[in-house]
T-cell receptor, first 115, second 112 residues
């Protein structure tokens, strides 16, 4: 149980393109979803926390107009990287939780490469 | 988060040895802790969790120890196997602030 599916797993696109990444909880209702960014050999950096039906809470230094998050249902959250540039290339990972003190279950990440 | 942007420490062990991975957390209000394993190119996988009313919890080949006095968490892996090679992250959370904070990860390499 507690499977989180992230799609796509790999994206290559041109600079200036907007890219949408989906995160779905397949067998549980996720009241909260989290979006992380990870560079090679580094730890995960929390970008934002989203609760179903409300606006996402962004971490300091993360541009909310650049990284649009939508959490319209208890099983789906999306992250849209708008007007992506090469410096946005990274590994983006989502996680989902069904409670305040419950484990986060992670997707398998999306590798984004902007040319 | 803590230690964002820093390169991760490494631990190398021989197959069959026991491994101990350590984590320090800063918020004394933390009362729920999780260890995750992240293999290359994948998202983190849940290994084991522990709540603050316990100081030890055992799983299959893994044991988590919690020392609240010094705010320290450790993961012990018995008879380490090459398949255990991965990055290990600890997470600390609490009902008082409702968000998990991840600790610095450790790269574990198991040599056959």
């Amino acid at each position: 149980g507690a499977v989180v599916s992230q799609h796509p797993s790999w994206v290559i696109c041109k600079s200036g393109t907007s890219v949408k990444i989906e995160c779905r909880s397949l067998d549980f209702q996720a009241t909260t979803m989290f979006w992380y960014r990870q560079f090679p050999k580094q730890s995960l950096m929390l970008m934002a926390t989203s609760n179903e039906g409300s606006k996402a809470t962004y971490e300091q230094g993360v541009e909310k107009d650049k990284f649009l998050i939508n959490h319209a249902s208890l099983t789906l959250s999306t992250l849209t990287v708008t007007s992506a540039h090469p410096e946005d290339s990274s590994f983006y990972i989502c996680s989902a939780s069904n409670g305040l003190n419950q484990p986060q279950h992670f997707g398998d990440g999306t590798r984004l490469s902007i040319l | 988060g803590e230690n964002v942007g820093l390169h991760l420490p490494t631990l190398s062990v021989q197959e069959g040895d026991n491994s101990i991975i350590n984590c320090a957390y800063s918020n004394s209000a933390s009362d729920y802790f999780i260890w995750y394993k992240q293999e290359s190119g994948k998202g983190p996988q849940f290994i084991i969790d522990i709540r603050s009313n316990m100081d030890k919890r055992q799983g299959q080949r893994v044991t988590v120890l919690l020392n609240k006095t010094v705010k320290h968490l450790s993961l012990q892996i018995a008879a380490t196997q090459p398949g255990d090679s991965a990055v290990y992250f600890c997470f600390a959370g609490g009902t008082s602030y409702g968000k998990l904070t991840f600790g610095q990860g450790t790269i574990l390499t198991v040599h056959p």
